[in-house]
């Protein structure tokens, strides 16, 4: 089924550029400066698409939404360059398929990271792989993954980047944080005993932060790239995450919320 679906797709796709530039290339008088442009072209293109989706596009607009966009305008580019087709029957032919495009691309079913991110598939994922279904408290695409927070038990949630868990965070008492997490600050301490202040990167579950609470540090410094990942843990605490509710760490929290500040 997915050689069925992706070959075609990557068979047309492959084929884009050398069409392209057979009629770029026209005729065989000027062939060498040609192809030498149009490759130039290509590969400018291709490096401007790759900054602007990922560093602008996707953020502002999400997977889903620029998918749907980048099909809507090839099916527009498509109609601008229709009228130099000839044959009759052809150019009904394309005029059907391109309608077919525009309401695939409006009323189908768009992409859902939810069956993917739940798979059962994923081997670490013992509640899944026990066929628990997950419950999603909070899903958004950010700048660096798709962030989620799901719940199998009612005892904890936990916190996962593009699928994949990064922390925990629990919620009743007999189900204890992170040993890991927690270790990392503590340890510290047994190098650095009259330490002032602490430097976290990475909120994680914030676990790590919330163990640093329980220290005689003066200040700590939260850095977290992915204002997602902040976003739903304050999910999981019902908006309220109480490691940034320490004075200590106070001055960073919006720093942490701010995309603007990272």
């Known amino acids: 089924l997915v050689l069925a679906v992706l070959l075609p797709t990557t068979f047309v796709f492959g084929a884009l550029f050398p ?85 695939g691309a409006l009323f189908l079913p768009h992409l859902d990271y939810r069956p993917l991110l739940s798979s059962r598939l994923y081997r670490f994922n013992f509640d899944a792989a026990q066929g628990k279904t997950a419950k999603f408290l909070y899903l958004e695409e950010g700048k660096a993954g798709v962030i989620s927070l799901v719940q199998y038990s009612p005892l904890q949630v936990k916190l996962h980047n593009n699928g994949m868990q990064e922390s925990y965070i629990s919620l009743h008492e007999a189900v204890p944080p992170p040993f890991t997490e927690t270790l990392l600050g503590i340890m510290p301490f047994l190098l650095h005993e009259n330490a002032k202040t602490a430097f976290v990167v990475g909120f994680g579950g914030g676990n790590t932060v919330q163990a640093l609470t329980h ?48």
């Open 19 to 103: 069409i392209a530039l057979s009629l770029y290339c026209e005729r065989v008088t000027h062939l060498n400066q040609r192809v030498g442009q149009g490759y130039a072209i290509n590969t400018l293109g291709s490096i401007a698409g790759s900054v602007a989706a990922g560093f602008w596009l996707i953020p502002i607009l999400g997977t889903n939404r620029l998918l749907t966009l980048s099909v809507l305008l090839c099916a527009l580019l498509a109609w601008l360059l229709i009228r130099y087709v000839n044959p009759y029957r052809t150019l009904l032919l394309l005029h059907g398929s391109l309608t077919l495009v525009v309401v």
């Open 215 to 262: 220290t005689p540090v003066n200040s700590i410094r939260i850095v977290e790239l992915e204002p997602a990942v902040v976003s739903a843990v304050a999910v999981a605490y019902q908006d309220t995450i109480p490691a940034l509710q320490d004075s200590r760490s106070e001055e960073h929290t919006s720093e942490l919320q701010s995309p603007d500040h990272l």
